[in-house]
């Protein structure tokens, strides 16, 4: 059985209401970005496809955090 962590969870996107409907938008744009880098690194530096994967949802994370943090001072309570 394995157990999942935190580090192997994917990350959700939590735009603030005014943006809400761009979520579906920037997460296909978001894995279309780290699959393309996960890709190109998991070639380049001939990572296994487990690190190829770890890779890809580490970088999907680290931009789904960026993107949540940076909006959450926009979201209606904040203002």
Not at 27 to 42: C, H, N, P
Not at 46 to 54: A, D, E, K, N
């Amino acid at each position: 059985m394995s157990t999942r962590t935190r580090e192997n969870t994917l990350s959700g996107l939590k735009l603030p209401d005014p943006f809400e409907d761009l979520t579906g938008v920037i997460s296909s744009d978001l894995r279309v970005i780290a699959t393309a880098l996960a890709q190109r690194a998991g070639d380049r530096l001939l990572l296994s496809p487990r690190q190829t994967h770890h890779l890809r949802r580490k970088i999907w994370n680290k931009l789904t955090q960026a993107i949540n943090e940076t909006m959450d001072p926009l979201t209606v309570e904040r203002q």
